[in-house]
T-cell receptor, first 119, second 107 residues
Framework: GAVVSQHPSRVICKSGTSVKIECRSL??????MFWYRQFPKKSLMLMAT?????????EQGVEKDKFLINHASLTLSTLTVTSAHPEDSSFYIC???????????????FGPGTRLTVL | GQNIDQPTEMTATEGAIVQINCTYQ??????LFWYQQHAGEAPTFLSY????GLEEKGRFSSFLSRSKGYSYLLLKELQMKDSASYLC????????FGKGTRLHILP
């Protein structure tokens, strides 16, 4: 089936540094990718919708200058957490919409997630 | 507004059957998903319903009533590995997640 990868799977950084997380669709083209944030024992919170070749659409309350999203190609979106602080520590998950031969609808495939810890 | 409700926690016994309900109020509707999420992992797809009725897939079944804004996920022959959170999500112009139901399986 369709696969979405994320890199890195875990990252620990110092406060004030920037961290880039990559999300790739491995065997399909994704015009739209989504970035989510998840706190422990909480549901997924949609941060932004990333559209290939255009600016991302951010959800209310998400700082676009802090969470930079770039969707440079149909298979790659990146999320950069700028000037990270301990409160940014979280599990970040991307998903990509795509159609496969096995599904008759535009299914959403999730990446494995990236655990960010800011010291 | 957009609202998806599901119970916060449920407990069931190994080998039994459990039904997890989900009600939703959204401005649009293009389908309803159920996902399973184990702690520390990304969600995995379980089912998709866009038409009313029951979809069966092995031990898992999902039901949808669009007129009632209601869905349930039915898990049969529960196994310990089914201990996880189950997320109900509605596809509008984007996917909207419920808060998830943490299912505890007792031996």
């Amino acid at each position: 089936g369709a696969v979405v990868s994320q890199h890195p799977s875990r990252v620990i950084c110092k406060s004030g540094t920037s961290v880039k997380i990559e999300c790739r669709s491995l065997d399909f083209q994704a015009t739209t990718m989504f970035w989510y944030r998840q706190f422990p024992k909480k549901s997924l919170m949609l941060m932004a919708t990333s559209n290939e070749g255009s600016k991302a659409t951010y959800e209310q309350g998400v700082e676009k200058d802090k969470f930079l999203i770039n969707h440079a190609s149909l298979t790659l979106s990146t999320l950069t957490v700028t000037s990270a602080h301990p409160e940014d520590s979280s599990f970040y998950i991307c998903s990509a919409n795509g159609e496969t031969a096995a599904s008759s609808y535009n299914e959403q495939f999730f990446g494995p997630g990236t655990r960010l810890t800011v010291l | 507004g957009q609202n998806i409700d599901q119970p916060t926690e449920m407990t069931a016994t190994e080998g039994a059957i459990v039904q997890i309900n989900c009600t939703y109020q959204t401005s649009g509707f293009n389908g309803l998903f159920w996902y399973q999420q184990h702690a520390g992992e990304a969600p995995t797809f379980l089912s998709y319903n866009v038409l009313d009725g029951l979809e069966e897939k092995g031990r898992f079944s999902s039901f949808l009533s669009r007129s009632k804004g209601y869905s349930y996920l039915l898990l049969k022959e529960l196994q310990m590995k089914d201990s996880a959170s189950y997320l109900c999500a509605v596809l509008d112009d984007k996917i909207i997640f419920g808060k998830g139901t943490r299912l505890h399986i007792l031996p």
